[in-house]
C-alpha cells in the first residue's frame, strides 16, 4: 500500500518556523521525485517546492524561495520542508506528492503529473 504521511503542522506566529516531514512508503522510494503543495482555504492547490529523486537542488515557487528550505533523506524515505519567516499568507493545508516522472522546471508545479498523494497537514500562521 502506498502512503504518504505529513506531520509538523501546527500554529505559530508570524516569523516563526516550522518543519514539515512526508514519510513515504509502499513504492521505489529512490525513483520518485517529491513535491510539496498547499492550499488555502477557496483557493486552488499550488506548488511549493520540489526535489527530484537523486536529491538535487530543489525548485521553489517565488512566494517561498529565500524562506523554505526542501531536502530529502533517502535512507529514511522522508523529505522535509524547513519554513522560516511564516506570514499568515502561508496558512494552508500542506501535501507532499509523488511523481515517477521526469521532474523539470516546466512541469513540477502541476498537481496533475504526481502520481500519490499525502492526506495534508494544517499550518495556520497568525498575524
Known amino acids: 500500500e502506498v502512503q504518504l504521511v505529513e506531520s509538523g503542522g501546527g500554529l505559530v506566529q508570524a516569523g516563526g518556523s516550522l518543519r514539515l516531514s512526508c514519510a513515504a512508503s509502499g513504492f521505489p522510494w529512490d525513483d520518485y521525485a517529491i513535491g510539496w503543495f498547499r492550499q488555502a482555504p477557496g483557493k486552488e492547490r499550488e506548488a511549493v517546492s520540489c526535489i527530484s529523486n537523486s536529491g538535487g537542488s530543489p525548485y521553489y515557487e517565488d512566494p517561498v524561495k529565500g524562506r523554505f528550505t526542501m531536502s530529502r533523506d533517502n535512507a529514511k524515505n522522508t523529505v522535509y520542508l524547513q519554513m522560516n519567516d511564516l506570514k499568515p499568507e502561508d496558512t494552508a493545508d500542506y501535501y507532499c506528492?509523488?511523481?515517477?516522472?521526469?521532474?523539470?522546471?516546466?512541469?513540477?508545479?502541476?498537481?496533475?503529473?504526481?502520481?500519490?498523494w499525502g492526506q495534508g497537514t494544517q499550518v495556520t500562521v497568525s498575524s
Open positions: 506528492a509523488a511523481t515517477y516522472g521526469v521532474i523539470h522546471s516546466g512541469n513540477y508545479y502541476l498537481p496533475y503529473e504526481y502520481d500519490y
